[in-house]
């Protein structure tokens, strides 16, 4: 089992910065590719970018290039550095944390922070 608590969201103007962090509980954190989702009213959650255990990223073309993740498995967090931020980057912002061994996947969600970049 693996709890996420996510933190750092908040209300900031178009072009600001925002950094986001995602503690994890659990002993294997490392072993888990760390994601994170968004969701904007009336929208689809979609995925915003990924880290693989081995520290592989790959990023959603409308975030490549402000947005940034990384992880520290010595704290069993995870962060995303929001940059250049857009309104339309205004959403819920979840972090998710998924593995596969055999047949078994585990997939963990966090509550979610709220992102708003007013215009």
């Known amino acids: 089992q693996v709890q996420l608590v996510e933190s750092g969201g908040g209300l900031v103007q178009a072009g600001g910065s925002l950094r986001l962090s995602c503690a994890a509980s659990?002993?294997?954190?490392?072993?888990?590719?760390m994601n994170w989702y968004r969701q904007a009213p009336g929208k689809q959650r979609e995925l915003v970018v990924s880290?693989?255990?081995?520290?592989?990223?790959n990023y959603a073309d409308s975030v490549r290039g402000r947005f940034t993740i990384s992880r520290d498995n010595a704290k069993n967090t995870v962060y995303l550095q929001m940059n250049k931020l857009k309104p339309e980057d205004t959403a819920v912002y979840y972090c998710?944390?998924?593995?596969?061994?055999?047949?078994?996947?585990?997939?963990?969600w966090g509550q979610g922070t709220q992102v708003t970049v007013s215009s």
């Open positions: 659990g002993r294997i954190f490392s072993t888990y590719t």
């Open positions: 880290i693989t255990n081995g520290g592989s990223t």
């Open positions: 998710n944390a998924d593995r596969v061994e055999g047949r078994t996947k585990y997939n963990y």
